[in-house]
């Protein structure tokens, strides 16, 4: 009996200890004084005063900035720096694409007037939900992903991609279609298409652009455009208004705005053309959606990539984050690739500029697939005879992995 008392005593104790525990991470949850202080001070640093405002239906809100006012120039290596409205050299493929589906970004009624750029409006609830993000241990997507660099002590990120490189070359393009996975409050889907550069043990800095699913960080479960920027490795990222660096030059697309509507399974597919490029002559590092500039990386903030003045690596597919106690979440559409269009997650037109400006596609064997996890993920690389799947990557898968 006393054995049995004891017992019961040790599950009380465990109990009391679990709920401790969780009620100690809620109340690290409520920020204190100096930190609400703290945040009041980046909110007033972040949103920059505007000449023009709009709410949208789903609570977001758009500012009209004067584009010579914006965050990018708080930047200490931006402070003289002169505005590119357009870059001095293009990729070829900038000459008229059409998605199969289109994107209304923003709703009726909303436009913003000549000279200003369009930023959708930091709230202290978006830096509440990016600091407990990233106590989560999820500070942004990470492009250069290896099984070293994957797990933090809270979660795992997990990969299923094409990766060409190591080898210099100065844009990359992708067709992504938009897919709507459903995942739990605290992880992450992505699907993007990305580039890297200089030393992966020091001065590794990366650009990502595509679509994310988060529902911390943007209160809900919307698809939204994202574009994420690093300087060295995973330890400096940000996302592209939310610090200074990325200059906006569109005043009708703004990063992170939600995207409408996804593709159906075994139906419509719409898609995001995207790529990114490097001005030849100013060395700039341009964002494009469809054929419309969004804006550019000033090639001052990358230091690493100075000596070759190009990229070496580039990627294309998913990316999933979550907690290690809970089963991963859907990647793409939360289909494996071997089901193909209109039931998998894709990136099609893989195309590559080099350091000259000349278009290509891949070769077969300079593009690889790389799986983190293949009972729940995969990636199909696939090269067919007729456009836009000349050269292609299915990837995706439901998910269901612990730790």
């Known amino acids: 009996m006393a054995s049995f008392n004891h017992f019961v005593l040790l599950i009380l104790l465990t109990i009391t200890l679990i709920l401790s525990a969780e009620a100690t991470k809620e109340r690290r949850a409520i920020p204190t004084k100096s930190e609400m202080k703290e945040m009041e001070r980046q909110l007033k640093a972040i949103n920059k005063p ?241 054929d419309e500039n969004v804006g550019y990386w000033p090639a001052s903030l990358f230091k690493s990539w100075r000596e070759s003045n190009s990229a070496n690596h580039a990627f294309w597919g998913g990316q999933v984050y979550s907690p290690v106690t809970e089963k991963t979440p859907p990647m793409g559409s939360g289909h494996w690739p071997s089901e193909g269009f209109h039931k998998s997650a894709y990136v099609s037109g893989l195309q590559i500029m080099d350091s000259y400006g000349t278009v290509f596609n891949p070769e077969t064997g300079t593009v690889k697939v790389h799986e983190s996890r293949r009972n729940c993920y995969k990636a199909r690389y696939v090269h067919e005879i007729a456009k836009p799947w000349l050269k292609s990557v299915f990837y995706g898968g439901p998910g269901g992995c612990i730790g």
């Open 50 to 290: 505007a000449l023009k405002s709009f709410k949208t239906e789903h609570g977001d809100i758009f500012d009209c900035i004067e584009i010579h006012k914006q965050l990018a120039f708080d930047h200490p290596l931006l402070k003289n720096h002169s505005v590119q409205l357009k870059p001095t050299t293009v990729p070829k493929w900038i000459t008229g694409n059409n998605g199969s589906g289109s994107f209304d970004l923003l709703q009726e009624g909303i436009s913003c007037p000549d000279g200003t750029v369009i930023v959708k409006r930091t709230t202290m609830q978006d830096l509440m939900h990016a600091q407990r993000l990233k106590s989560m241990g999820f500070d942004g997507p990470r492009p250069f992903l290896k099984e070293s660099n994957n797990t933090n002590l809270n979660g795992k990120f997990y990969f299923a991609t094409a990766d060409y490189g190591p080898d210099r070359f100065g844009g990359v393009k992708g067709n992504i279609n938009v897919w709507k996975p459903k995942i739990l409050q605290d992880q992450v889907s992505i699907a993007y298409i990305a580039v890297s550069g200089g030393t992966i043990e020091e001065n590794l800095a990366s650009i990502s652009v595509g679509w994310v699913v988060n529902p911390s960080m943007y209160s809900g479960d919307h698809v939204r455009l994202y574009a994420y920027w690093t300087t060295h490795g995973n330890m400096t990222g940000c996302y592209a208004t939310s610090c200074p660096g990325f200059v906006q030059v569109s005043k009708t697309i703004p990063v992170s705005a939600i995207l409408q509507p996804s593709s159906i399974y075994n139906g419509p597919q719409y898609e995001l053309h995207l790529s990114l490029f490097q001005d030849r002559v100013k060395g700039d590092w341009w964002f494009a959606f469809k």
